[in-house]
Structures are given as C-alpha cells and as structure tokens.
C-alpha cells in the first residue's frame, strides 16, 4: 500500500488532462481504499481508546498493548476485525494486480511534463487596444519605479518584481513596458521561464535575444554562459524582462549573469510567488510591485469591449447582470475575458437567461467552455506546482461558499481535525505548521489575505472565484468534496460534503441518495440548514461545522454517537447550552462555542475531553468548570473568567497552552499571585490576551515575578486595553533583546521616561506598540529605535512634548495620538518651550495615517483646528501626504 501510495503522489503531480484513462480508474481505486483503511483504523483506535491523551503517560504503550490483547479475547470485536482486515487485504493485493496489469508505473514516468502549446503565449502578442486598465496608471507606476531616484541611484542596477496570482496580467504588463521603453537601452531581451525551466536553455534565450548568439553556444556549460552574458553587458545599458519565475534557486543563477556596471541597467521580473518576489529583489535599491485588480470601470470596460461594439453599447436589461458577473470576475483580466468570450461566441451575444445560468455558475467549477477550459489551465499551474501536502490543504477551501471569508484559525484547526498536518515535533505543534501552510498558500497567490482595519493582521482569507472554479472542478474529479449548491448528483461514497445552499427540489428529497457512512467531514452553512441529516447517520465524522448556522429547532441529538468528531464548530448558532453528553467525544480536538452568548457555563463533562487543543468560549459569559486541569492538551484557550481562584490554579496544568485569553472582573492579590504563578508554568506561550476590570489596576507582580518564554510574540489587552504596571516590567528593563519574537505589546506605565523608550526601542521585532502614560514629560524618538514598528499608539492623560527625530519609527505607517486635557504650550514642553503639535511628525517616512484624538469634553473646536492645523504644515511637505484625522472623543 505504501508503494502505492508513492505513484499515486505522483500521478497527483499530473494534470487530470494528461492521464491515462486507465491510470485515472486506478488511482481512484487507491484513493478509496486508502480512505477505508483510514475507517478501519480509526474504528480500531476508538474501541481500544480508554480516554488518555496519547503520549501524556510514559506506560501507554503497554497499557494499550494490554488492552488490544483483551479486546482480542471477545469474540464479536476479533471477528469483526479479522473480517476487516481480511477484506482490505484482499482488496489491496487486487489493486495492487492491476497496478501491474494496467502498467501504472511506466505510464505515469512516461507522461510529458509540460503542455506542448502554452496558452499563457497570446499575452506576449496583445495588441494595445487590447489592452484596457493596463494603459495608463499600471504601466506609469511600472516606470515610475523603473526610472524613480536621484542620480546616483539611477545608475545601479535595479530590478523590479511584478507579483500577483495567474491571470492578473503581468505578463502583458511588463511586455507592454518593455515595448514602450527598450529603444532608450543600449540592448534588451524578453525572456519567457515557466515551471519546468532548464537554467542553461533560460541563459541561451537571453543570449539570443540580445544578438549574442554562437553556433557553439549549445557546446558551452552554465558557467561559460554566465561569463559569456557577462562579458557582453559589461558596458552597456540593458534592459532585460525574466518572465514567469517559480523557483527561487534559478533566479540565484541566472542572477549571476547581470553585470552591475552602473550604466543604469533595469531588471525586470514576473512571478506569482511572494518569496521569489522578495529573493529577485534583495537590494534597497529594488522594488516589487504587487498587482492590484482592475477598477470597477476598467473591468466594465474590457468586459463590454469583448461582447458589445463598445462600452456604451450594453443593453439595459444586461447592465445588472453584468454587474453581478464583474463582482464574481474581481477585476481579474483572464477572468473577464474569458467569461467575456462566452458569452459573445460566434459574434453573437447570448441571451439574457444564458448570462444567468453562466452567472450561477460561476465559482462553482461547472463551466464547460473551451474559453474556461483554457482559462483553469493557465491557473492550474500553480496547483500542480504544489507539494502535496498544500494540494490537500487547498482543495478543502471547496467546502466554503464563493465569497466567504474563511477564518485562518478555524481553517487550520480543520485542516489538523483531517490529519492533513501530521509532523508535528517539539519544536512546532500541529497548528504551528498549519499556519505555515497558510501562508505559504499566500505566498503563492492561491488565496487572498484578510487583514484586520485597525492592526493590520491576517486573520482570514478569500479564494477568487477563478481559483474557486479551478479547486472545485478538481474536488470534484478526485471525489475530494461533495457540494450541494443547487448541482450536486447523487454519489454513492461522500467523503466530505458542503450543504451551501437550499432549491425546490432538495426540500422534498434531502440527501435521500447520499450515503454517510463514509463522510469524514461536513459543513453546513445558513441557507441549507434544513437539509443536516440527522447526525446518528455519520459512523466515521471528524469534523462538524455548524458555524453561523442559526440552529433552532435542529438540536444536537445525536452528538454523543460521534465517537471520532475532532473538530466541533458551534460558533454563532444561538445555542443556550451545550449537551452533557459532549464528553463522550474522547477524540474531540476543538471546541468552538464562541459567539453564543447565551452560554452560560460549559457542562461539567467537558473536563473529560482529554485531546482536546481549543476551546474557544464567549467573552463575558465564560465560566469553566472545576477540574479544567485535566486538560493538558490544550493549546489555545479564549475567552475565559478568572473569577475562581481554584480554575486560575489548575491553569498551570496546560503547560502546552500558546494563546490564552482571560479576564477578571476583579483582581485581587492572591488571584495575581496564583494567575502569576500559573504563568509562570506556561512556557510555550506565544499569545496572552487579559482584561482586569478596574480602570487603573497595576500588575506589579505580572511585571516582576513573570518571566515571559521567549517565544512569546503577543502581550496586551483586549482591543485597545493596556496592562498596567508602575513602571516596565523587569524582563524589559533587563535584557530586551531577548524578547527575540515579541511582536505586539499594549503597556501602559505611571510616566513614560526617556530611557524607557530606549528599552522599548531595543525589543527587535516589535510591530505594534500600544503605549500608555498616566503622566508624561517630553519624549524625543531618536533614529536607532523601533527599527520594524508600523502601528504606535501613545495615550496619555496628562501630555507632554513628542518629537520625533529623522530615521526614527522607519517603518510605521500608522499613528495615533490619544491625549487628554489640553494643556498649554510650557506644560506640553516642560518648559523648554515648543508645541504640543510641532511634533517632527513629517519625519516619519512610511507615514499612511495619523489620527489624534483629544478624549475630553473640554476640548474647543479651536484647539481641535489648531492642532489640525500643525498636522496639515507638518505633513504638507511629504511627497505623499498621508490621511489625518482629529476628533474629540470620550475619556
């Protein structure tokens, strides 16, 4: 079976397109019987399961040893196991004949690994009134970039790194370029790379293109072709386009070859893959230039130009349809062109009902059009260029709906629940590697980042409906997801099933045809909630997804017969209580509650869950009960009540814990002193997140008798909350530097002191610093500090001077100054004269947004003006001017 599973990464690794009828009908057979493997397993594992957390007990082994023995011994479980096995291993040794019979292995090692004609060439011959959004503010920024910086800086060497997923029209950007500007270089070449590149073959095209061909050039290795191109651009000014890089190790390569003569040579490159982006242009002097959609109106305007004589020719009754078409596009050329080619086939514009049927289609993976066909080709090259593992984790984005905001922690938990991520060490747990494939994911523009509005920090992700289109279809031709949108056909064997939405046709027959014995996975969203079988149905589910489904009469029957369930999704559903019975889930790894506020406390029975890793509950209304401490699994626990003395004790048993939010309604010294010391157990802590009711409440000994594990990346409060203390905390007054990863502080301090910004200043990966002062004296931010913060927030009710000097905060982008009562100028300066609002503030070079908010009634709108007023002479002289804001609040 592992033998086979090998091939079958390998088939994987090929493009439905290309395989071998046969090889198709065989890899389908592995797949199958490496799920009812898995079945088996997982139904022999649950019978001899007594509740221990794997691993927590150095004589489980022996003790499962034992317990298999005595399982053995009755006669109904040894028969039916024997039978099991019995079945499979027939079944395998029958695959396993025809693997041989159909001749798998050659097959597969003999299937070409690229397609003879790429349909990425018609961008490289666009003509230009083809090309609309592309003329005009894209290619303008291109050359801005390209010819940007004063004298010096224009004679180096500068590269430039177009990066964005496939489709966005990079290539046909950059060719466009090319075109315009090659005759002011001394030579050019425009070379396209691909996945399957070969170094040598790449350096030979440059050579040609730059009229540097030899009859022997094909005689020469990749170093003599590194000397050759070298020599040959010594002295001139090229200009030079790599097309189309995957891999970071050929641009170290081809690399080599770039004469830096300082003749004003400009690089040019094009990538879908952020790392490749950042290798391509490792210098300050280089720039990479992320590919933004179309705007409404350029989209509009391409889409209109392909089906219509022009833009304004559109008929009233398709202006709304193709509104709903281009939101589904997102400003994605291919996109548009493509469905644009569609519906305009042989000159003649189809219907309107033919718009909508398309229209519904679209996201869905349903689309049987040679246009679209060409279409998920071109986007498909960024899935077969994927590890397996990645395969995987991407395909299950099929289970949400087209336009979701998928939650990147509740992603990755399910990914984890599917045993997608299974190489977890001591080092980095499970999630901690899921979330690595996340973002790798990012990285090579397969889905979309989310970013919070106030912080700035990824916490969801959207797949474009292309790409959904793309993962749909293969989901579906791999059996990987069963969706039933309003198109799903009967299948026998489900493995993971999305209920997404509700027709006339699934009211009277849901799911009747569908069976669940299989299905490992399910989610269910709002609009088919009336079609969730009855949860008794599933023998082998792992995962049930609930989330925002409002629940009502739908209860939770059956739940306790889900003996394999690892992840359970409740969030948002309107649940007053969770059931007892939840903890006969022994396998159950997350336990998601959260925005049900209703929820008063979590059944007693909840202790028993041994395995499980998260539990996420609702702020305010999170009471644990007693013997939390048995959950030694746990690694992210939010958002509690530390109200108990007890419970903030047992806390020091989740010794794995990494995120931990809490909070106290009051906080007195005995609870500080066991929360503290509990702390104090927690050394995989990356995250903590409290809230102390008590405005001015100061954790002293947090700040002295804690010592945070240096892995810890995250310490505030809860949104803009700080944690207070008298003055900084010992382990930043100590050594700050070892704070190697702290990337997120909220602090706050009696006064905020000179030197204490030096301490700050000295935390080396600090991103976000939310800093508060009951009083303060002036402050200067000197150059040599904050190297990497982007977002700083000063608060302070009695305010002083800040200045900052050139160089300091190089990286921020966003800044708010919260202050409290107007003070006049002596008090703001300390007597050495100055302005509350003659910051230096225009000195802060990544500036994008400064808001300053006066948290008092006694502010008059003339003080409010007059610091808007400094704002505007400060910044007006920035070559871009940032937003600013100033607004009169509440305390």
């Known amino acids: 079976m592992e033998s086979m599973q090998v091939v079958l990464r390998k088939v994987d690794e090929v493009p439905q397109g290309q395989l071998d009828e046969q090889v198709k009908i065989w890899a389908e057979e592995v797949r199958e019987l490496s799920f009812k493997m898995e079945d088996i397993v997982d139904k022999f594992l649950v019978r001899v399961d007594d509740g221990s957390k794997p691993g927590a007990n150095p004589k489980m082994l022996k003790r499962l040893t034992k317990m298999m023995a005595g399982l053995f011994t009755k006669g109904k479980a040894r028969h039916e196991i024997a039978d099991a096995i019995k079945s499979i291993n027939k079944k395998v040794q029958e695959v396993a004949d025809r693997r041989a019979r159909y001749n798998v292995d050659n097959i597969v090692a003999s299937i070409p690994t690229r397609t003879p004609i790429d349909p990425r060439l018609g961008a490289l011959y666009k003509e230009v009134t083809d090309l609309v959004g592309i003329t005009g503010a894209r290619d303008q920024e291109i050359m801005k970039l390209l010819l940007e910086g004063d004298d010096m800086s224009k004679k180096k060497l500068k590269i430039i790194s177009v990066v964005g997923f496939g489709g966005m029209g990079k290539t046909t950007l950059v060719k466009m370029v090319y075109d315009k500007i090659k005759g002011d270089f001394d030579c050019g070449a425009f070379v396209p790379v691909g996945q399957n590149f070969d170094a040598k073959k790449i350096l030979m095209d440059i050579l040609i293109d730059l009229d540097l061909y030899e009859s022997q050039l094909t005689m020469l290795d990749e170093r003599q072709l590194i000397d050759k191109l070298r020599k040959g651009l010594e002295k001139k000014r ?17 690399n080599l070859a770039f004469y830096n003569g300082n003749n004003g040579s400009r690089l040019i490159t094009t990538t879908r893959i952020g790392s490749v982006a950042k290798r391509c242009c490792s210098s300050t002097n280089d720039s990479i230039y992320q590919m933004k959609p179309l705007s409404y109106a350029d ?26 078409i281009l939101k589904k596009c997102g400003g994605v050329p291919l996109a548009i062109i493509t469905i644009a080619s569609v519906l305009a086939s ?30 998920l080709t071109i986007l498909s090259f960024s899935y077969y260029d994927l590890p397996c593992h990645l395969k995987t984790c991407l395909l299950y984005l099929s289970m949400f709906p087209e336009d979701t905001k998928i939650m990147k ?39 979309q980042p989310v970013y919070d509005n106030e912080y700035g920090i990824v916490y ?127 396998f159950l790894q997350v ?26 509950y609702d702020e305010g209304c999170s009471w644990l009960p007693g013997g939390i401490g048995s959950l030694t699994a746990m690694e992210e626990l939010s958002s509690i009540f530390g109200n108990s003395l007890s419970i903030v004790k047992e806390m020091g048993n989740m010794k794995r814990l990494r995120k931990f939010e809490i909070e106290f309604e009051h906080m007195s010294l005995e609870l500080e002193e066991a929360f503290v010391k509990s702390l104090v157990e927690m050394s995989n802590l990356q995250s903590v997140t409290i809230s102390i009711d008590g405005r001015y409440k100061m954790m002293d000994l947090l700040g002295g008798k804690w010592v945070p594990p240096r892995g810890l990346r995250e310490l505030k409060g809860y949104y803009e909350e700080v944690l207070r203390f008298s003055r900084l905390p010992a382990w930043i007054r ?41 009083r303060q004296g002036p402050l200067l931010f000197e150059a040599d500090g904050f190297r990497c913060v982007s977002i700083f927030v000063l608060w302070s009710s009695s305010p002083g001077q800040v200045v900052f000097q050139p160089g300091a905060l190089p990286k921020a982008e966003r800044v708010v100054i919260r202050t409290g009562l107007p003070v006049s100028k002596e008090e703001a300066a300390g007597n050495n004269g100055g302005d509350l609002f003659d910051t230096g503030i225009g000195n802060l070079p990544s500036l994008q947004d400064v808001h300053v908010i006066f948290c008092t009634s006694l502010v008059r709108k003339e003080e409010a003006e007059k610091a808007k007023s400094a704002l505007e002479t400060a910044l007006r002289a920035r070559p871009n001017s940032p937003m600013f804001r100033v607004s009169v609040g509440g305390t």
Request: charged share 20%; hydrophobic share 40%.
């Open 238 to 254: 090229y200009l030079i386009v790599i097309d189309d890089i995957w891999d970071e190790k050929l641009w170290e390569i081809i």
């Open 299 to 324: 989209s509009r305007r391409l889409f209109y130009s392909r089906i219509f004589s022009n833009e304004s020719g559109c008929p009233h009754e398709f202006e709304e349809v193709s509104r709903d």
């Open 346 to 375: 042989d000159q003649k514009v189809n219907s309107h009902d033919e718009w909508h049927v398309l229209l519904e289609s679209i996201g869905c993976g349903l689309t049987e059009d040679p246009s679209v066909e060409q279409m």
């Open 409 to 447: 922690d509740q992603l990755i938990w399910m990914w984890v629940a599917e045993s997608f991520i299974q190489c977890g060490t001591a080092k980095s747990s499970l999630f901690e590697i899921g979330e690595n494939y996340f973002n790798e994911l990012v990285n090579r523009s397969l889905i």
């Open 460 to 586: 969801a992700c959207r797949v474009h409906d292309s790409v959904l289109d793309l993962i749909c279809q293969l989901s579906r031709e791999e059996n990987f997801v069963s969706v039933l949108n309003g198109s799903m056909s009967s299948q026998g064997n489900v493995r993971r099933l999305s209920l997404q939405k509700i027709i006339k046709e699934h009211q009277t027959t849901p799911l009747e045809s569908v069976s669940m014995l299989q299905v490992r996975s399910i989610a269910t969203f709002q609009p088919a909630i009336g079609l969730m079988p009855r949860l008794s149905s599933f023998v082998v589910l792992r995962v049930l997804n609930l989330s925002t489904c409002a629940l009502g009469d739908h209860n939770l029957r059956g739940l306790c017969s889900l003996v394999h369930l690892r992840y359970l999704g409740l969030s948002d559903t309107g649940l007053c209580e969770l059931p007892e019975e939840v903890g006969k889930l022994q």
């Open 591 to 616: 336990l998601d509650v959260s925005r049900n506020c209703r929820i008063e406390k979590l059944p007693s029975s909840v202790t028993k869950l041994r395995r499980l890793m998260c539990l996420l």
């Open 734 to 774: 100590g050594n700050p530097s070892q704070m190697s990863q702290l990337s997120w502080l909220h602090i706050g301090v009696k006064e905020v002191q000179q030197g204490d910004l030096g301490l700050l200043g000295r935390l080396p990966a600090l991103h976000i610093l939310n800093l508060e002062s009951l």
